[in-house]
């Protein structure tokens, strides 16, 4: 493909919200660099990338922004990226047969988008129906944070997280909703400050028309405290 014909079709995509695959794209060497030689490196093209906007980087306020840029990206918004950094996620038995569905709404969800690598800000609802098996609440919050933490597509962050609730508890009744704010979308480009966008991955019972519905209504529960 020649270089004029590959630009062509990455300005095509624009803003629209396209992904690869249901995994996050890595390369098969993404991690033979320690963190340390990743930061080295992306504080150096920090510092090009200030450098060709003009910025003066002599400057009292400007001159420690690459090393904090690069230590953030690797230690904070793409730390989700190491399979090391995976939460684990102990279950336990059902011992006292809870047979219902279990909801953990309003979990805050911090996230970068792939397309600009701007934030996204929203809210994640997880509900689950043990089949025998149940994982502390805490966790489920952790996972949603651990793939949060790399370039997104939110279509992509929704399944991965019912994806791998469903591995951990053994079940494929797990079901989740994002409701999100796109930066890319709210601070450039259109610039509309008011709209976001709502994902959904339901499996198992979940996919049922009364279950699906009863989950929805308790997201819309008002919070007790």
Known sequence: MKIEDNITDIEA??????????DT???TDAFDLTDAEKIERIKKDVHHIME???LDLTDDSLKGTPNRVAKMFVNEIFGGLHP???????TFENKYKYGEMLVEKNITLYSTCEH???PIVGKAHIAYI???????????NRIVDYFAKRPQVQERLTIQ????????????????????KHLCVNSRGIRDVESSTVTSEFGGKFKDKETKREFLDYINLDTAF
Do not use: F
């Open 13 to 22: 995509v624009g803003d629209n919200h396209i992904g690869t695959s249901s």
């Open 25 to 27: 794209p890595l390369r």
């Open 52 to 54: 060709t906007l003009g």
């Open 84 to 90: 090391n950094k995976k939460p684990s996620a102990s």
């Open 116 to 118: 600009h690598l701007l």
């Open 130 to 140: 043990s089949s025998g098996h149940v994982v502390g609440l805490s966790k489920m």
């Open 161 to 180: 997280v019912v994806r791998e609730l469903q591995k951990v508890l053994k079940t494929e009744d797990v079901a989740c909703v994002i409701d999100a």
